[in-house]
């Protein structure tokens, strides 16, 4: 079965500090990968998405994701976060099943 | 980008008691809702995938006598937690879709808290 691992589960950040989470999923086929986020009292929202073509991705907010396919990886990065990055980040793969399968999370904490 | 509005956002029931939970996507025609369970400190675990006019299907491990999914129309699904219990106190999340490679909206979730 499909799965997708967040390494991190808690990230605590200075603003202005690089940040990168960690994304691995299991599947051999095709896949399409999605980060989502959530700030607090909100919906998820889509952060950023990978159907194909560029594995270089990039979203809204200064996100962006890199799609290693030999790694099965799909890191977040942002290079400078601010206080209004605090939220809960979920890494997502979709299968040709149109499901979407969630990692565990990663919490961040930006401080000012 | 695309609203998906889901009510109630939080509800209290008494045990053995149905609660039902609707999810409408409100300016685009969701041919696939999906339905999502999250628990404390948990991921979102997919419960269920319904495509409109046919029956849901649901993943290994759902009773599907005990969540009921209706998606009569393509901007309306709903989710009955049929005599309810405590444990299936938790966070319940729709998400809608236009179709294959396209992105699912999701609405605000709701809280369900059996007492």
């Known amino acids: 079965a499909q799965s997708v691992s967040q390494h991190n589960h808690h990230v605590i950040l200075s603003e202005a500090a690089s940040l990168e989470l960690g994304c691995n999923y299991s599947?051999?086929?095709?896949?399409?990968l999605f980060w989502y986020v959530q700030y607090p009292g909100q919906h998820l929202q889509l952060l950023l998405k990978?159907?194909?073509?560029?594995?270089l991705v990039k979203g809204i907010k200064g996100f962006e994701a890199e799609f290693i396919k030999s790694k099965f990886s799909f890191n977040l990065r942002k290079p400078s976060v601010q206080w209004s990055d605090t939220a809960e980040y979920f890494c997502?793969?979709?299968?040709?099943?149109?499901?979407?399968?969630f990692g565990t999370g990663t919490r961040l904490l930006v401080s000012p | 980008g695309a609203v998906v509005s889901q009510h109630p956002s939080r509800v209290i029931c008494k045990s053995g008691t149905s609660v039902k939970i609707e999810c409408r996507s409100l300016?685009?025609?969701?041919?696939?809702m999906f339905w999502y369970r999250q628990f404390p400190k948990q991921s979102l675990m997919l419960m269920a995938t319904?495509?409109?006019?046919?029956?849901?299907?649901?993943e290994q491990g759902v009773e599907k006598d005990k969540f009921l999914i209706n998606h009569a129309s393509l901007t309306l699904s709903t989710l009955t937690v049929t005599s309810a219990h405590p444990e299936d106190s938790s966070f319940y999340i729709c998400?809608?879709?236009?179709?294959?490679?396209?992105?699912?909206?999701f609405g605000q979730g709701t809280r369900l808290t059996v007492v």
């Open positions: 998400s809608a879709s236009s179709g294959v490679h396209t992105e699912a909206f």
């Open positions: 599947y051999g086929g095709t896949v399409n």
């Open positions: 990978y159907f194909s073509g560029d594995p």
């Open positions: 997502a793969v979709v299968t040709g099943f149109q499901k979407l399968v």
């Open positions: 300016d685009f025609q969701a041919t696939t």
């Open positions: 319904s495509n409109e006019g046919s029956k849901a299907t649901y």
